[in-house]
């Protein structure tokens, strides 16, 4: 079939101006000075063969001269006393956690001549086995980070007298614990058991001290959920490798969701097909497409706004409830439930079920 669509490169074309006609005839529209390139006079003033060479002979000298510079000498001065476990040219290892995210993967930091320059997974750590994300991986720039603060920052400048900074904080918690005032220590969720026990010994000092953590993501929903189903303020421990049936609902636990690289870990030993095992299921609910989308074996698309209703219908199917037309969904009957009704156990629930959420949680209006 032939393709009647025309385009055109401006107004000047589609008008069909007599000027941009002409120019369209010349292939090279602006005119090449050639005359007076080529022409007698401009070869004596212009490029002529002295000129040439003086223009040479200098480029020549000038690369010369800048050779023969002398730079600032330095030397590699050895240890009067070397250190027993430094040797130059040779990479230490050390094991430490990763503090990049909450999750605190165990990591192993290669080390040369006391600067970290590598961080990869420890295969030792029962979170990451040897594994690592690209967060973790990229954490390693933010300790030669130029921008970094070298100092305490102190009423919106950086000093460099520790001992001033020292004895005024000092001062200042002595008032306001005199007073019985409010001192809080925020930070970010802190796995150390060392730095656990030092904020633990000041509270013992300064009564009134309280400890809050604030995390850049935070799973503080999960922790409520789970408080107010289950009585624990926790986040559960998922066992991908013991699932026989996955069902997520916008949770990519494979890109970004809690720990991503020990579910990642779990998920895959239980993805390889073997004699007298049975390879798990995974089905994808999501409004955006994710890592773990891209993985499931099948992925239903869904609004955002749907999250609640569809999450709830596919639970109620589950425990062979009939109560869908309670809920204010259109059709629900058309809801790709299909699939999850084939991996049902007798009991009407899935056999290992890392999601269990009761239809409350999930819809807190109770004006259905």
């Given at each position: 079939?032939?393709n009647n669509i025309k ?269 007298g095992k049975t390879m ?89």
């Amino acid at each position: 079939m032939s393709n009647n669509i025309k385009y055109w490169k401006g107004e000047e074309e589609l008008a069909k101006d007599p000027a941009f006609l002409a120019a369209r005839k010349n292939e090279f529209p602006d005119a090449l000075p050639l005359d007076e390139v080529l022409g007698e006079e401009g070869v004596e003033l212009n490029s002529n063969r002295r000129d040439f060479l003086k223009f040479f002979g200098f480029s020549v000298t000038a690369v010369a001269l800048a050779a023969c510079y002398k730079t600032k000498v330095r030397h590699a001065v050895p240890y009067l006393v070397k250190p027993e476990d430094v040797t130059p040219g040779v990479a230490s290892y050390y094991s430490s956690t990763c503090g990049a995210c909450s999750t605190a993967c165990g990591v192993e930091v290669k080390v040369r001549e006391g600067r970290p320059i590598k961080v990869d997974g420890n295969p030792r750590s029962a979170i990451s086995k040897g594994g690592l994300c690209a967060t973790g991986q990229a954490s390693i720039l933010s300790l030669y980070d130029t921008e970094r603060l070298a100092n305490p920052l102190a009423n919106g400048a950086e000093s460099a007298d520790w001992t001033k900074i020292d004895q005024a904080v000092s001062a200042k918690l002595k008032q306001i614990d005199q007073a019985k005032g409010r001192i809080v220590i925020l930070s970010q969720t802190i796995h150390s058991p060392s730095t656990l026990k030092a904020i633990a010994d000041f509270k013992t000092k300064f009564t009134t001290a309280e400890h809050l953590t604030y995390d850049a993501i935070s799973y503080s929903g999960i922790i409520t959920a789970n408080s107010e189903d289950f009585g624990k303020a926790v986040i559960p421990a998922y066992k991908f490798e013991n699932a026989e049936l996955i069902v997520s609902f916008g949770a990519d636990f494979l890109g970004s969701w809690i720990s991503p690289v020990e579910y990642t870990k779990a998920y895959v030993s239980n993805r390889i097909p073997a004699a007298g095992k049975t390879m798990s299921k995974h089905i994808q609910f999501e409004s955006n497409l994710s890592m773990t989308g891209t993985n499931a074996d099948e992925r239903f698309p869904m609004k955002a706004s749907k999250n609640c209703c569809t999450s709830a219908v596919c639970i109620i199917t589950w425990q062979k409830k009939q109560v869908i037309n309670r809920f204010r969904c259109p059709n629900p009957e058309n809801w790709p439930v299909t699939a999850l009704k084939k991996q049902q156990s007798s009991c009407g629930m899935p056999k290992v079920n890392p999601w269990l959420f009761r239809v409350q949680t999930i819809l807190p209006h109770k004006n259905w």
